[in-house]
Nanobody, 127 residues
Framework: QVQLQESGGGLVQAGGSLRLSCVAS????????MGWFRQAPGKEREFVAG????????YYQDSVKGRLTISRDNAKNTVYLQMNSLKPEDTAVYYC????????????????????WGQGTQVTVSS
């Protein structure tokens, strides 16, 4: 089992940057594949980015490619989401999540495929 804690959210103007962090704790925390999701008011939770346990493979939602970068530091049990060129439509609560059995390509973008979730961090982008 793994526990997840996000931080780094805040209020930023359009075009600005933020870096979100997700610290994992628990047995073999650094080995878990990890995903970032976001949920805007009145909308479903959506996949943003994912990274394999080793950090060698990354996945992105098409709308964030080139602006958001997922990375990890397994020595610190931390996964990051660097967010550049932010837009008002990026406003949402951002969650990190981990699937117990690792990524399955067919389902990794579905939040129901994930077993562990952080409490979320609010990102607000003003126009």
């Amino acid at each position: 089992q793994v526990q997840l804690q996000e931080s780094g959210g805040g209020l930023v103007q359009a075009g600005g940057s933020l870096r979100l962090s997700c610290v994992a704790s628990g047995r073999a925390a650094s080995s878990y594949d990890m995903g970032w999701f976001r949920q805007a008011p009145g909308k479903e939770r959506e996949f943003v980015a994912g990274i394999s346990g080793s950090g060698s493979i990354t996945y992105y939602q098409d709308s964030v490619k080139g602006r958001l970068t997922i990375s990890r530091d397994n020595a610190k049990n931390t996964v990051y989401l660097q967010m550049n060129s932010l837009k008002p439509e990026d406003t949402a609560v951002y969650y990190c999540a981990a699937p117990e059995g690792g990524f399955i390509i067919a389902t990794m973008r579905n939040p129901y495929a994930y077993d562990y979730w952080g409490q979320g961090t609010q990102v607000t982008v003003s126009s």
